[in-house]
Protein backbone atom coordinates (compact mmCIF):
# COMPACT_ATOMS: atom_id res chain seq x y z
CA UNK A 1 0.00 0.00 0.00
CA UNK A 2 1.53 3.81 -0.64
CA UNK A 3 0.60 6.60 1.89
CA UNK A 4 0.25 10.08 0.89
CA UNK A 5 0.00 12.72 3.79
CA UNK A 6 -0.84 16.08 3.44
CA UNK A 7 -2.66 18.84 5.09
CA UNK A 8 0.54 20.18 7.39
CA UNK A 9 0.85 23.78 7.38
CA UNK A 10 2.21 26.86 9.84
CA UNK A 11 -0.03 27.58 12.61
CA UNK A 12 -0.44 29.70 15.41
CA UNK A 13 -0.04 27.89 19.19
CA UNK A 14 -4.29 27.19 19.98
CA UNK A 15 -4.62 27.15 16.36
CA UNK A 16 -5.68 23.59 14.69
CA UNK A 17 -5.07 21.42 12.12
CA UNK A 18 -6.24 18.66 9.93
CA UNK A 19 -4.11 16.37 8.17
CA UNK A 20 -4.96 13.42 5.71
CA UNK A 21 -3.43 10.43 4.96
CA UNK A 22 -4.69 8.73 1.44
CA UNK A 23 -4.03 5.39 0.54
CA UNK A 24 -3.99 3.74 -2.51
CA UNK A 25 -5.25 0.12 -3.67
CA UNK A 26 -8.10 -1.84 -1.89
CA UNK A 27 -6.79 -3.36 1.19
CA UNK A 28 -7.15 -0.28 2.89
CA UNK A 29 -9.71 -1.70 5.66
CA UNK A 30 -7.08 -4.03 6.51
CA UNK A 31 -4.60 -1.77 7.91
CA UNK A 32 -4.35 -0.56 11.95
CA UNK A 33 -3.78 2.96 10.50
CA UNK A 34 -1.10 5.04 12.40
CA UNK A 35 0.22 8.67 13.14
CA UNK A 36 3.96 9.48 14.35
CA UNK A 37 5.78 12.35 14.50
CA UNK A 38 9.87 14.11 14.40
CA UNK A 39 11.06 16.89 15.55
CA UNK A 40 14.48 18.06 14.45
CA UNK A 41 17.09 16.30 16.78
CA UNK A 42 14.54 14.04 18.06
CA UNK A 43 13.49 10.27 17.87
CA UNK A 44 10.34 9.37 16.41
CA UNK A 45 7.38 9.12 18.46
CA UNK A 46 3.87 7.72 18.73
CA UNK A 47 0.71 10.09 18.32
CA UNK A 48 -1.98 7.60 17.69
CA UNK A 49 -3.40 5.05 16.06
CA UNK A 50 -6.76 3.71 14.64
CA UNK A 51 -8.31 -0.06 14.26
CA UNK A 52 -9.50 -1.30 10.93
CA UNK A 53 -12.47 -0.36 11.61
CA UNK A 54 -11.86 2.62 13.51
CA UNK A 55 -13.79 1.70 16.68
CA UNK A 56 -10.62 2.08 18.55
CA UNK A 57 -8.46 4.43 18.65
CA UNK A 58 -5.36 4.76 20.82
CA UNK A 59 -3.32 8.18 21.40
CA UNK A 60 0.24 9.54 23.47
CA UNK A 61 -0.49 10.82 26.62
CA UNK A 62 0.97 14.79 25.37
CA UNK A 63 -2.12 14.39 22.47
CA UNK A 64 -4.49 13.25 24.35
CA UNK A 65 -7.89 15.27 24.54
CA UNK A 66 -6.26 17.77 21.98
CA UNK A 67 -5.83 15.23 18.66
CA UNK A 68 -8.35 13.04 17.08
CA UNK A 69 -7.98 10.30 14.51
CA UNK A 70 -10.38 8.75 12.17
CA UNK A 71 -10.62 7.25 9.12
CA UNK A 72 -12.65 6.28 6.08
CA UNK A 73 -12.67 2.67 4.88
CA UNK A 74 -14.40 3.94 1.39
CA UNK A 75 -12.33 6.96 0.68
CA UNK A 76 -9.16 4.88 1.86
CA UNK A 77 -8.13 7.89 4.25
CA UNK A 78 -7.23 8.27 7.64
CA UNK A 79 -7.33 11.95 9.60
CA UNK A 80 -5.63 13.46 12.12
CA UNK A 81 -7.78 16.28 13.80
CA UNK A 82 -5.03 18.73 15.63
CA UNK A 83 -6.61 21.13 18.19
CA UNK A 84 -4.95 23.66 20.74
CA UNK A 85 -1.29 23.48 19.09
CA UNK A 86 1.47 24.27 20.91
CA UNK A 87 4.60 24.64 19.81
CA UNK A 88 6.00 21.57 20.89
CA UNK A 89 3.62 19.80 18.22
CA UNK A 90 6.26 21.04 15.80
CA UNK A 91 7.46 18.20 13.46
CA UNK A 92 7.12 16.00 10.80
CA UNK A 93 4.58 13.99 10.83
CA UNK A 94 4.43 10.52 9.27
CA UNK A 95 1.07 7.96 8.29
CA UNK A 96 1.60 4.32 8.60
CA UNK A 97 -0.11 1.36 8.06
CA UNK A 98 0.30 -2.03 9.89
CA UNK A 99 -1.81 -5.51 9.63
CA UNK A 100 -1.63 -6.59 13.15
CA UNK A 101 0.43 -4.85 15.27
CA UNK A 102 0.75 -6.16 18.97
CA UNK A 103 1.90 -2.64 19.97
CA UNK A 104 -0.03 0.22 18.41
CA UNK A 105 2.77 2.55 19.96
CA UNK A 106 5.40 1.14 18.64
CA UNK A 107 6.76 1.84 15.39
CA UNK A 108 8.89 -1.32 14.47
CA UNK A 109 4.93 -2.91 14.24
CA UNK A 110 4.49 -0.72 10.59
CA UNK A 111 4.78 -2.03 7.28
CA UNK A 112 4.16 1.45 5.51
CA UNK A 113 5.23 4.95 5.77
CA UNK A 114 4.01 8.12 4.12
CA UNK A 115 6.42 10.66 3.12
CA UNK A 116 5.56 12.92 6.07
CA UNK A 117 3.85 16.60 6.15
CA UNK A 118 5.60 19.36 8.15
CA UNK A 119 3.27 21.27 11.23
CA UNK A 120 5.38 24.23 12.73
CA UNK A 121 3.58 25.80 15.32
CA UNK A 122 4.29 29.28 16.18
CA UNK A 123 4.46 31.03 19.56
Do not use: H
Amino acid sequence: VQLQASGGGLVQAGGSLRLSCAASGNTFSRYVMGWFRQAPGKDREFVGAISWSGGSTDYADSVKGRFTISRDNVKNTVYLQMNSLKPEDTAVYYCAAATSPPKYYSFNYYDYWGQGTQVTVSS
